[in-house]
């Protein structure tokens, strides 16, 4: 979150600091994970900073069982998913932490009671300190930082301190070991130097490039088909058409006519890519004729987003995820999550390099403010910040709690886990959690370049170690809380009726880039108990011919290259290759993760449509429910996804780490989850 300090000015003297007591331990210290950020001057003592207190929340240690209870279709709770009054509550701080601290700031650090603001999510404590407060405080020293990408000012200390018995009651304090920005706006601070912008501009589609690139990375132009072949089944090997999924995936045939609830509109996430209702309109008549032209999905615009553009800027992700998603769920609806202003998604300029909080702020309002890992709302230095002041930047305020999350939203965007620090993804994923707790599903794809992490970000290919031998993982895919989804193909001479296999496509065979389904095990998390078994079978009977590490604070150790230890990725899988799409007003062909992502989405929120007109909850988070029931779907068994020099994992019997449990038969995943309470 932006901050706007009152009257700060930066001073050079040197202010000696207190003796620290004896009572008093060390908090938060600075590390390396903000090395863009560079000392300059002390603050001035006069000036006012915004401090905000993080307070340890209770029962995160319980909430993967209180996930467990509403997810596993062995749970008598099953289905029964919390209110967001409920999630706030069972979280939110205790009496006692919040009376220590308060009674901490009165009594010791001179801070009149009426100054104190306890936040509407129960989870910090607000007040207004002159800095000389602040540091007799938490005897410290408070400075101002400088970015070194784009010269923006923060305030922040090295480290701080606060007495023993305060310490189990606090999660972190800002502005602290944690920078705050302070508004550029300010003439009185003080710019030294010149800045570069990042040369790395991370392209978080999957599948895609930056919009609008002539030819994104995996699409091509392709020979429109002929009409006969729009619907036939025949040649499937060389473009995927809604006729293909049906016979695929066991999907029943289109009914325009069949009842839907109101309450179950499929949810997509774009950002920096929009669609173009011609292209939209061309499929839909070529291949769906069944559907309307003019049929779009609901806007739920966040920060200043907009859709649609005129077809010759139409970007490849938007038009596939919703020419795949339409044919299957018609005539339900789909609501788009088009995300943050032209400047922040689409910009070169622009350094926040973090992801999907802005969204998560627009369907939580809480998060906004959300404590946790150190962290109070959005990243000063990864995420946007609004109003933005940017030429054509969203003025408004950022928004928080506008929108509902529909039951089902499907993801095909993201990042590698290096790419981000380790507190912001573990924040995000507390987050997904609790989306999970109140009946939501979330897809995500799995990532288009196997173990190897995207070229240029770090090293060459992408990959991690001192080498760059060391797997990639996924962002933010590691999170145990959401469903990972890798891409299958079917290759040339195949038919529907043959077992696909996982998409391998070398460079220029046919696109730009290679290709492969993302898959490996997180740095970051541990295998979650509902993977455990799966995991331990897949080591068993199929063990990687690779060295290995455990745990991600040891990455690379005795050479290994993935972490034995790690949440494994994907979970599932669906096609994601030569799908048939139009594109710019022009037939094309299309592949990625970011198709096999809707894909399946799509199946659930078909039988969300079932659960919901029995009367039932929607199936939330499904993955407790597909790893107790495999053979609903494809087991995927050849093929592999290379990276860092290797050949990759192998899709093998039973879960793997390209393929996960394999593709979806929808009629037995109907019948697993129309059998649940």
Known sequence: MRLSFAAVALVAATVTCSVIPSTHVVHEKRDGTSRSLRKRDRLNPDAMLPMRIGLKQRNLDRAEQFLMDVSHPFSPNYGKHWTIEDVTDTFAPSEETVTAVREWLVNHGGIKNDRIVHSDNKAWLAFDAQVKEAEDLLHTEYSHYEHANNGKSYAACESYHVPNYIQEHIDYITPGAKAVQISDASPLVTKRGSFKPSKFVKDRKRGFGKSPAPNPPQIRPAAPMPKALRNDTANCDVAITPACLQALYNIPPPNPN?????????????????????????????????????????????????????????????????????????????????????????????????????????????????????????????????????????????QCGVYKPTPVISISYGEQEQDLPAYYQQRQCNEFLKLGLQGTSIFVASGDT???GIPGDGAPNGCL?????????????????????????????????DPESAVVDPPGMPYRGAYSSGGGFSNIFPIPDYQADAVATFFDEHNPPY???????????????YNRQGRGIPDVAANGDNIAVYNRGTFRLSGG???????????????????????????GFINPVLYTNPAALNDITNGTNPGCGTVGF????GWDPVTGLGTPDFVKLRGVFLGLP
Do not use: M
């Open 258 to 398: 069949r009842t839907v609830s109101p309450d179950n509109s499929l949810g997509i996430f774009e950002e920096g890519d929009f669609y173009a209702q011609e292209d939209l309109d061309l499929f839909f008549a070529n291949f769906t004729p069944y559907i309307p032209a003019g049929t779009h999905p609901i806007p739920n615009f966040i920060d200043g987003a907009n859709a649609p553009v005129s077809v010759q800027n139409a970007g490849g992700e938007s038009d596939l995820d919703f020419e795949l998603a339409y044919p299957i769920i018609y005539p339900q609806t789909i609501t788009l999550y088009q995300t943050d202003d032209l400047f922040y998604s689409n910009s070169p300029n622009s350094t926040a390099t973090g992801i999907f909080n802005t969204f998560l702020d627009a369907l939580d309002g809480s998060y906004c403010t959300y404590s946790a890992y150190g962290e109070t709302g959005n990243d000063p230095v990864l995420d946007p910040t609004y109003p933005d002041p940017n030429p054509g930047g969203y003025k408004g305020p950022l």
């Open 450 to 452: 196997g173990v190897g």
């Open 465 to 497: 170690g001192a080498n760059a031998t060391v797997f990639s993982p996924t962002q933010p895919n590691s999170c145990p809380w959401l469903t990972n989804v890798g891409a299958t193909k079917v290759y040339p001479g195949k038919t529907v009726n």
């Open 547 to 561: 060295p290995y590490y455990e745990g991600g604070e040891n990455i690379g150790a005795n050479g290994g290259l």
């Open 593 to 619: 993760t970011s198709a096999s992502s809707p894909i399946f989405a799509s199946l659930l929120t078909l039988i969300n449509d079932e659960r919901l007109l029995a009367n039932k909850s929607p199936v």
């Open 650 to 653: 192998e899709s093998v019997e």
